[in-house]
């Protein structure tokens, strides 16, 4: 009797393995990868029927993405970066509309536009983040330095903390992503000195109406140039990890990252005290907002089976969940997009962008609306080069304008 | 040797047919899938039968023009509608997937991003209508902008070579206002500082009683600046004018006096902007594949020849000497990337004093060389090895018998029975020169177009996946392993007829 109990239990056991549904979930934010685990453990555990299996692709994920959707073997879960990136997938058709479900209602609406295409919604804004100076609380207490709220401040502060043989800025010039971050995060900036609305500047720029000069390039080039001017002598040497240790340890006051590198600098130095404050272009404090945005989303599949597409739209569902949020927030280390969400535990520098964002609204990430090719090449490329003294602020600016027609030509 | 006809087919079953299958499926196919590719201008993304579609496009697109058939109900069978008035469909493979594609296209559907355009990509790349980067080409260093700050400081050598030697003498004299000598650098003078000039306008009094607003006192800064550029006397009076209407005569002088100031900074930074330029070269994609592969089949086969030749002796380290030299070839090239960049970034500096290696476009390509070098020699070095331990002893020791100097067995005996030898590692280094990938990506890759190092290999990496051009990658792939196959060719051709036979 005990054998053919035994027998029909190992019988089930199969049975649920078998009846399991495998999915597989693409990331590429790296930065915390035991946090998404945790999360997705706690999901298979209330789940059962369902598993879910993590590929990491930390660097030139997209890379590996389209060559994976171009074999017809997209993940069924995509965590993908906000606006461009989305509009891109949805418009090949590899995305499930997910406009009509009910995890997109409980998302806040100022979110929303991040992963909208053609009107419909193409997937689950996740984390909202912000890029602007992460400063160390512990050097600015030391020199009597306050956070700059202006550019005048900047510089003076930069002057004062070179005199007392601190670097201002840590850099990270040996990976282009930085300056590319940098240069739009001006643009941007500058933008409102012209009453230009990004979306408006992306919309006329799609249409040849108008020219990434439209802006003070002067100005733009000049704050480019001061950027570098404030880092150690060596910065073109720098990748991520010298940037993080040199912040980290103490060597360099500040960085100008988003606050996904507040974790790794923790991570080095727990003890470390920072604070977050918008990275100021203009001498009125008042138009100096954080440079923050919807960072990346999660979207389905649309090449998946729909049983595995309705197991990947319950985990979507689960996301909203609060045990889900905690993990998300506590474990992840991200913020959140859903409505009321409780980000109060990540930590100082967080706390000041939330509140910063909550005080003076913020610049959207206009480079998530660039087509992604501008992005990647002329801006990213165009703005290292030119720190290099290989290109030319006016060929930087007309390499972006060339290629951006050539996008959308296409 | 005859052998039985039986034992022919069972061989030719289990060996040769197995062999050409797997050679068809996996290189051939993919081959002419490719060639197809370089023929469109595929964005990389954009499949070729759609995957989910709305409704309306997909029933005016593709059901409309199909006509009622085998076909049809195909199509019909692997999409379906969903609850958001969508046709979407699973992922295909196989012959599935080649019936879709060949229906569809049949239908007329072609998306705009997967189009045949014939052999443009190839024409744009032979024109010089691709990036720039791509080419060699001479383009100009500026080391200034005008609108940026001074810098505090300029490097002797730099300042010198490139900027005060290009001056007359009162632009010298000029320079010598601005700039002194101080140690390894020309620093710039506290009293030519534009910010502190600046200063005493952002700390005007009239701005604490809100008089005045800190972007009126921004403007009147970028006037002066602008003005002082282009060293124009009136439109500088007239910012002051109009700057000082509302001020009282003490604060009016102190305007005034930080107006002439920028002013007068403003005449250096046009004349530094001007001068302090360099004529450089740069190898362009093109050029530094070829660098690459210069410097690898040269220096890598002359230092495993010189290896192999002393570690041919009687020595009694020659074991340990020779495992030492292989090692590196050993190690994943990723590994050995991390390596000399630990040595690049943080020993190098510390030895010698100089601080910049990868990020200097001037020794980038040659640290490249180098340590590609290091990690290919090794294995050329065993082959090399090999061949040297092939060669008869007698015929040398004859030919020492006769007299023949050591000089003259190594350029008749030696290296004539080397030939092969050499064949094999010339081959094996240009073909991996020019395939190389993996060694550049992990060291420079970021900043690949910045110093200037980026191989070809990874420009079409670049090209497919980040500016999203897969059909001119394409293209640029199927050239690369046209002229593989024509240099090794070459190659391999002229050498075989160099071989000889004892």
């Not at chain 2, 302090?276 to 089949?297: C, M, P, Q, S, Y």
């Not at chain 2, 991390?338 to 970034?345: A, G, R």
Request: proline fraction near 4%; aromatic fraction near 14%; include cysteine.
């Amino acid at each position: 009797m005990k054998r053919i109990l035994a027998a029909v239990l190992v019988l089930f056991a199969f049975a649920g393995i078998l009846g399991a549904q495998k999915l597989e979930l693409y990331y590429y934010k790296q930065e915390n990868q035991e946090g998404l685990k945790k999360l997705v453990d706690q999901f298979v555990k209330e789940n059962p029927g369902i598993s879910i299996d993590l590929l990491i692709v930390p660097n030139d994920a997209d890379a590996t993405m389209s060559a994976r959707a171009a074999q017809g073997k997209l993940p069924d879960i995509l965590q993908m970066q906000s606006y461009s990136r989305v509009a891109e997938y949805a418009a090949k058709g590899y995305l499930v509309d997910l406009s009509k479900q009910p995890v997109l209602a409980k998302v806040v609406d100022s979110s929303k536009p991040a992963v909208t295409w053609n009107s419909k919604l193409w997937g689950l804004p996740m984390d909202f983040a912000g890029i602007g100076i992460i400063y160390n609380k512990e050097i600015f207490a030391k020199y009597g330095l306050q956070p700059p709220a202006t550019y005048r401040d900047l510089e003076r502060l930069c002057r004062s903390l070179r005199t007392n043989g601190v670097t201002p800025f840590a850099g990270l010039l040996k990976e282009n992503w930085s300056m590319g971050h940098f240069i739009t995060l001006v643009h941007t900036n500058l933008l409102v000195e012209k009453k230009i609305s990004a979306d408006k500047f992306v919309a006329d720029m799609n249409a040849g109406k108008t020219s990434y000069g439209v802006v003070d390039t002067d100005k733009l080039f000049s704050i480019m140039d001061f950027y570098r001017a404030n880092m150690d002598k060596n910065a073109e040497e720098w990748n991520w990890n010298e940037q993080q240790a040199a912040f980290a340890e103490g060597k360099a006051a500040m960085m100008v990252q988003g606050l996904w590198s507040y974790g790794a600098a923790i991570g080095t130095n727990p003890k470390l005290e920072c604070g977050f404050v918008p990275f100021p272009i203009f001498n009125d404090s008042a138009m100096n907002k954080f440079y923050a945005d919807v960072d990346s989303c999660f979207g389905v599949s649309a090449q998946s089976a729909p049983d595995k597409k309705a197991a990947a739209l319950k985990f979507l569902e689960w996301l909203a969940t609060p045990q889900a949020q905690k993990i998300w927030v506590e474990d992840y280390k991200l913020t959140l997009s859903f409505k009321g969400a409780n980000v109060s535990k990540l930590g100082g520098p967080f706390v000041d962008l939330m509140t910063g964002v909550g005080k003076n609204g913020a610049y959207p990430w206009a480079f998530a609306s660039y087509p992604t090719a501008v992005f990647e090449d002329a801006c990213k490329n165009g703005a290292q080069q030119y720190v290099f003294n290989k290109k030319t602020a006016e060929a930087v600016i007309a390499d972006i304008d060339k290629q951006w027609a050539a996008n959308v030509k296409k | 040797m005859v052998q039985k006809k039986s034992t022919r087919r069972f061989n030719f079953i289990l060996f040769t047919a197995p062999a050409f299958i797997l050679y068809a499926l996996f290189f051939l196919l993919p081959f002419g899938q490719g060639l197809r590719i370089s023929f469109t201008n595929w964005d990389g993304l954009t499949p070729k039968t759609p995957i989910s579609m709305d409704k309306a496009d997909f029933e005016s697109q593709i059901l409309a023009k199909l006509a009622p058939g085998p076909d049809r109900d195909f199509v019909v069978s692997l999409y379906t509608l969903d609850t958001s008035e969508r046709y979407s469909r699973q992922g295909l493979s196989g012959i599935k997937r080649y019936r879709l594609e060949r229906i569809l296209k049949k239908a007329g559907y072609s998306p705009e991003t997967y189009k045949d355009v014939g052999f443009e990509n190839y024409r744009s790349i032979f024109t010089g209508q691709v990036d720039a980067r791509f080419y060699p080409r001479r383009y100009e260093e500026r080391y200034f902008n005008p609108s940026s700050d001074l810098p505090i400081q300029i490097e002797v050598a730099e300042y010198e070579k490139h900027f005060l030697d290009k001056l007359d003498q009162d632009e010298a004299v000029l320079a010598a206002v601005f700039y002194d000598k101080a140690g390894d650098y020309y620093k710039l003078s506290p009293d030519m500082d534009e910010f502190e000039a600046e200063d005493p306008l952002y700390s005007l009094p009239a701005l604490g009683w809100g008089r005045l607003s800190s972007s009126a006192v921004d403007d009147f800064v970028d006037a002066v600046k602008k003005a002082g550029l282009a060293q124009d006397e009136a439109t500088l009076k007239a910012a002051i004018a109009t700057f000082t209407a509302p001020l009282d005569e003490a604060d009016r002088a102190q305007v005034e006096m930080a107006a002439r100031k920028i002013f007068e900074i403003g005449e250096f930074k046009t004349l530094l902007a001007s001068n302090w330029r360099a004529e450089k070269f740069d190898l362009g994609v093109v050029g530094f594949t070829i660098f690459f592969a210069l410097g690898n089949v040269i220096l890598a086969n002359l230092l495993a020849f010189w290896i192999a030749m002393a570690l041919d002796r009687k020595l009694k380290t020659k074991n340990i000497l020779r495992s030492v030299f292989f090692l590196p070839n050993v190690l994943s090239m990723i590994v050995v990337a991390l390596i000399w960049s630990f040595i690049f970034f943080h020993l190098l500096p510390k030895l010698t004093g100089i601080q910049t290696w990868m990020s200097d476009s001037a020794k980038a390509p040659w640290l490249l060389v180098m340590v590609s070098v290091w990690q290919a020699a090794g294995y050329f070095m065993v082959v090399y090895l090999a061949g040297l331990q092939n060669i008869p002893q007698d015929v040398l020791e004859a030919a020492m018998i006769d007299g023949a100097s050591p000089w003259n067995r190594l350029r008749h005996i030696t290296l004539p029975l080397l030939v092969p030898a050499f064949t094999v590692c010339i081959f094996l280094s240009i073909a991996n020169a020019l395939k190389c990938f993996d060694l550049v990506y992990a060291m420079v890759g970021p900043s690949g177009y910045a110093v200037g190092t980026v191989p070809f290999v990874m420009d079409i990496f670049f090209d497919a996946f980040a500016r999203k051009l897969a059909g001119l990658a394409t293209a640029k792939a199927t050239l690369l392993f046209i002229a593989i196959l024509a240099i090794t060719g070459l190659q391999l051709y002229f050498m075989k007829r160099k071989e000889v036979q004892l």
